[in-house]
């Protein structure tokens, strides 16, 4: 046996070993302190990586998750499920969801806003690695779950695209990338962001600060809160008049990802033509969205301010969206592959390693260390090692799950994200996502 490979085999038990410690039962806290509960695509990933494991686990974890499922059809960004002696910060109360009649029914709490629809493609990954002998028990399951999923779909493509412009509006940074440069602007222009009284937790969890978003920040995620609850979470209340309301064309590119994931389980769930042809007609007009919100003069693709109507043009690992969504216009992919190879990104002079890293080093917001603005996060790499993998771009994809993989044996840890230039792993050291991808990328080629 090579040492690369009793490496990775090392690496493997490692990673389980993370899940199966983050494992309460029925769910996965998304780290064990610094994040309690069950998060939305944390645990969707982490569906994943137990589908290495037990197809039944796996599927667990989605179900738990949709009994959460709003009445709108939204999947919850947090369901609150660690007891008292496990702090987060902001909780069940803060949220104080009752207030919206579309909540789902107690004792479970949520909070109020989504995160990117992983789940089908979690979803589309259990069933190939679904054992033959627990096939039929794991398809009868699949086809209950599925009709949550296209719910889950259309809250997306109606809801959250009154426009119909194929892309998603999001309401919070909490939807998804925190501190990333993308809300800056939109944050900025936010008058009296006076949450009320509030003590951060997590900066107890993790001493330094500055790998996490500021108080600056935190004032205003916290009023926005303050905001949607006085919109009783009602989208169409939150439409005419909240003010942070931003075309992602990142989360877009995964719900057009997810619309495809579950299409090609269509046969599998047995689901009807009506849900057949809504799936394809949200894919397809994910697609021609993002098409139109690609600049041909730097070849990246831009959010939009529903609010003042402006593009923001940052060179983020969003601005690919078009790659995350496997675009089919032979253009734009060319020219968005050219640009991922290129000094601003992936090709950066100064990397560790080959791997999109959040926030472009060329970018004046640009933080090595600091969360969502410059780090490497595994389970944006392994979205675009998906992505391009099943475009056929074979290279592409092995050299990102190669060197995603060494980062993460070199540090040594299940870090929830790694500084780009030295590979130092930071946050949370036994991130379950980050472990849940690494098993999808060890079993990708175990004779590597
Ligand atoms: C981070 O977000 C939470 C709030 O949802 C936090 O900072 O407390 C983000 O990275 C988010 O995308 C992720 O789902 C969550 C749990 O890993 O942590």
């Known amino acids: 046996m090579s040492v690369t490979t009793r490496t990775r085999l090392a690496l493997r038990d490692r990673a389980a070993a993370v899940l199966r410690a983050n494992d309460a039962g029925t769910w996965t806290k998304a780290s064990p302190h610094l ?13 994943i990586g137990w589908a290495h494991l037990d197809a039944g686990r796996a599927l667990t974890e989605l179900e738990g998750l949709f009994a959460a499922q709003w009445a709108t059809g939204m999947v919850p960004h947090i369901v609150f499920r660690a007891g008292p002696d496990e702090p987060y910060f902001p909780g069940p109360d803060w949220w104080d969801c009752e207030i919206s009649p579309a909540a789902p029914a107690g004792p479970l709490r949520t909070t109020g806003i989504c995160q990117p629809p992983v789940h089908a493609l979690a979803l ?10 627990r096939r039929p028990e794991i398809r009868a399951r699949i086809r209950v779950l599925y009709p949550r999923l296209v719910g889950w779909h259309r809250y997306l493509a109606t809801q959250r695209d009154p426009e119909q412009s194929g892309l998603v509006t999001v309401y919070h940074p909490w939807e998804g990338t925190d501190n990333s440069p993308r809300w800056d602007q939109a944050l900025a222009r936010i008058k009296a962001p006076d949450p009320g009284p509030y003590t951060r937790v997590d900066n107890r969890q993790l001493t330094d600060l500055s790998q996490r978003p500021t108080d600056w920040d935190y004032d205003r995620y916290l009023y926005l809160v303050r905001l949607l609850r006085e919109c009783r979470y009602d989208d169409a209340e939150i439409h005419r008049g909240y003010p942070f309301q931003i075309k992602d064309v990142f989360f877009s ?10 299409l090609d389980l269509a046969e599998v769930a047995g689901a009807d033509d009506g849900h057949r042809r809504d799936l394809a007609r949200w894919r397809d007009r994910g697609r021609a969205g993002l098409a139109r919100r690609f600049d041909a003069a730097s070849s990246l693709c831009s959010d939009y301010d529903v609010r003042t109507r402006e593009p923001i043009r940052l060179r983020t690992f969003a601005a690919f969206a078009p790659l995350f969504a496997r675009t089919a216009d032979p253009g734009q992919r060319a020219a968005q592959l050219r640009r991922l190879d290129d000094e601003d990104f992936c090709g950066h002079p100064r990397l560790r390693w080959h791997l999109l890293p959040s926030t472009s080093p060329a970018e004046p917001a640009f933080e090595p260390r600091n969360y969502w603005r410059g780090p490497v996060w595994p389970v944006i790499d392994w979205l675009l090692w998906r992505a391009l993998g099943q475009s ?12 995603s993989l060494d980062q993460i044996a070199a540090a040594g840890e299940f870090a929830e994200y790694f500084e780009p230039f030295t590979g130092q792993p930071l946050g949370s050291p036994q991130q379950s996502w980050t472990a849940a991808v690494t098993l999808d990328w060890l079993a990708a080629d175990p004779a590597d």
């Open 35 to 47: 994040y309690p509960h069950q998060w939305s695509w944390d645990s969707a990933f982490n569906a």
């Open 124 to 133: 589309q990954r259990i069933w190939q690695l679904t054992p033959p002998s």
């Open 253 to 262: 590119a995964v719900l057009v990802a997810a619309n495809a994931a579950l």
């Open 392 to 403: 056929g771009d074979s290279g592409r994809a092995a050299r990102i799950r190669r060197d």
